[in-house]
Antibody
Framework: EVQLVESGGGLVQPGGSLRLSCAAS????????MSWVRQAPGKGLEWVANIKQDGSEKYYVDSVKGRFTISRDNAKNSLYLQMNSLRAEDTAVYYC??????????????WGQGTLVTVSS | QSVLTQPPSVSGAPGQRVTISCTGS?????????VHWYQQLPGTAPKLLIY???NRPSGVPDRFSGSKSGTSASLAITGLQAEDEADYYC?????????????FGGGTKLTVL
């Protein structure tokens, strides 16, 4: 069974940092694009970042460029999101999601259960 | 403001048919990029419902169908059931000047009356 399990969320002060992790199992992790998607409380979905199978390509939504870094460790079947200079508007549930196994990413499937990040003083 | 526009809410009685629209522009749906749909039941993570405009993943009932035309796409649900009450999101790719972007609609809350 394909499974994605996020961890690392919590309460952090504005300007602080947090590192999210996503443990993958049930599929060949190194063969897939991986992504982070977030959902602010009571709001819709927002794509955050993508990373290619070998980590050679990374893409970010404009609002997190320069502050967030997506990375992966294929030996550990793990995806990460390093979040720096956090702002109140970064408060959201962060989902780890699997992308495609080809040269590009189209849809996200499956998704993890999410981890809540709260940025507040 | 979401790049893809969905109605905030739709409703229907059990057994009825409802449709949810997703309107984009020439930089996303109108540029030929595929549309995908997700269902988010209350308190749970999103689940892929339709991919590549009209394809259903294994396990998704054929009551759910998708279509795309021009700069818009639609999700249709027939034979509405109580368990279909959820939020539905469309998603596509946008080739704007700022670089690659994977975009979602604002979401539509389906209420089964």
């Amino acid at each position: 069974e394909v499974q994605l399990v996020e961890s690392g969320g919590g309460l952090v002060q504005p300007g602080g940092s947090l590192r999210l992790s996503c443990a993958a199992s049930g599929f060949t992790f190194s063969s897939y694009w991986m992504s982070w998607v977030r959902q602010a409380p009571g709001k819709g979905l927002e794509w955050v970042a993508n990373i290619k199978q070998d980590g050679s390509e990374k893409y970010y939504v404009d609002s997190v460029k320069g502050r967030f870094t997506i990375s992966r460790d294929n030996a550990k079947n793990s995806l990460y999101l390093q979040m720096n200079s956090l702002r109140a508007e970064d408060t959201a549930v962060y989902y780890c999601a699997r992308g495609g196994s080809s040269g590009w990413i189209n849809w996200f499937d499956p998704w993890g259960q999410g981890t809540l990040v709260t940025v507040s003083s | 403001q979401s790049v893809l526009t969905q109605p905030p809410s739709v409703s229907g009685a059990p057994g009825q048919r409802v449709t949810i629209s997703c309107t984009g522009s020439s930089s996303n749906i109108g540029a030929g990029y595929d549309v995908h749909w997700y269902q988010q039941l209350p308190g749970t993570a999103p689940k892929l419902l339709i991919y590549g405009n009209s394809n259903r993943p294994s396990g998704v009932p054929d009551r759910f169908s998708g279509s795309k035309s021009g700069t818009s796409a639609s999700l249709a649900i027939t034979g509405l059931q109580a368990e279909d009450e959820a939020d539905y999101y469309c998603q596509s790719y946008d080739s704007s000047l700022s670089g690659p972007n994977w975009v979602f609609g604002g979401g539509t809350k389906l209420t089964v009356l």
